[in-house]
């Protein structure tokens, strides 16, 4: 480490310590300021899918009457003034293109129910995001549609328990950028069947359609999936960390060369492309969960504010500052019963150290690292703690201070959860959790 290095460390630590509590104005606003929906079905679940999602006929009547049930819970919710100051919005799943035009009327509500929301992604299936889909995504007012491509070679979405074919994601994804809408693809690397070359294929035939975003996942085989039964330890080698990374760093390089930029651990935009509601998420903006399975995060005072329409929420200890939710209630008796009222809940409540440690651990994923505010903040609260832990992560080489920002080095994007580790271990104690 350079002298340069650790005299920035002691100042950004003395000025952290120094400044003490500086007002962060989300972690006290009542409204949401993030909506986020979840549609619960596919036409089949991926091999590797762990998510709530389940697969469900097209023509079931369940689609329709689910879609209805949201809006009637998102009116309710705007009612009560918890979507007043939501910036952004974000429809997943699942496979919210199952919908078919009911998408557009709940792309509809969520713009009359929000109107300051600017921002009105909707995930799609290649396989379900027709013409008319797409039609009636522009006319609603979404902004964006983020299409699970996965892989451009047909070999490894059969693998991966895909029901589209290379050619049919790349007319899809065509269609959307004809469309006027900004486009994302999401792309799987470490997979079955994949090489270092035909990922390369995959990153540079996806960009030639004219994408403004991409995001990159190493594959996760989850306890329990199909694909879990199916590859075993013998597939460990294809999906090591050795080889995530590799192919993680083959993907910055192919997309930097042709104007993309890193802004999160897994997220590429070409300049103003960026995704504000991923964005929100990785900087403490509070976020309202509505549909089966789909999580929110309030403050204090919006969850007293959510209350008020969900009255079957317990009251929360005194030095609550922050309550995460979410919905357990299923699909079928969401739509069989859609009041707000008869939702049930899991609850996880954190004080105010718990939610800052949460905070600076999120901010660690951003390109641009944790901001000075939020370190003066979390200071305050933490005090040496915290400089202790920016101490370790800098002698580590996880993260460097750079003008006030504590920001992830290459080595720290690569071995994110050790950087994460450090964060979250200033939240201390254990956080109560309880249902309802």
Known sequence: MSHET???????????????????????????????????FCVRKCAYCDFASWATARDDSLLAAYESALELQLRAFAAAGLVEGCQTAYVGGGTPTMLGR???????????????????????????LTDQVLDALAAAGATRVSIGVQSMSDAELAQLGRIHTAAQAEQRVRAAVAAGLDVSCDLMCAIPLQTDASWLRSLERVVALGVGHV??????????TPLAARVGDD????????????????????LASRGFHRYEVA???????????NQA?????????????????????????????????PAVPAGVARVRLTVTSGREQIARDPRPEALHFDLELMDARQAAAED?????????GVGPDLLAYAGGIMGGDLEEAVRRVVARGLAACQ?????PTHQGWLLGNELYGEMWDLSLGTIEQCSC
């Open 6 to 40: 650790e005299g920035d460390v002691s100042l950004l630590t003395h000025a952290t310590c120094q400044e003490g509590n500086v007002p962060l104005t989300h972690l006290t606003h009542a409204s949401a300021g993030a909506l986020y929906l979840h549609v619960p």
């Open 281 to 313: 998420y990785w900087t403490g903006v509070p976020y309202l969960g509505l549909g089966t399975g789909a999580s929110g995060m309030l403050t204090r005072q919006g969850y007293e504010r959510l209350r008020t329409v969900c009255p079957q929420l």
């Open 403 to 407: 003008r006030g920002r504590l920001v």
């Open 235 to 254: 597939e460990a080698p294809r999906n090591s960390g050795d080889v995530q990374a590799a192919r993680m760093e083959a993907a910055e390089a192919e």
């Open 215 to 224: 995001s990159v996942y190493p594959l996760a085989i989850e306890e329990g």
């Open 360 to 368: 600076l651990m999120l901010g660690c994923r951003l390109a641009t």
């Open 102 to 128: 009911g998408l557009g009327s709940l792309v509809a509500c969520v713009r009359q129910a929000a109107p300051k929301v600017g921002e009105v992604t909707c995930e799609a299936n290649p396989d379900s």
């Open 267 to 277: 997220s590429y935009a070409r300049p103003g492309k960026e995704c504000h509601h």
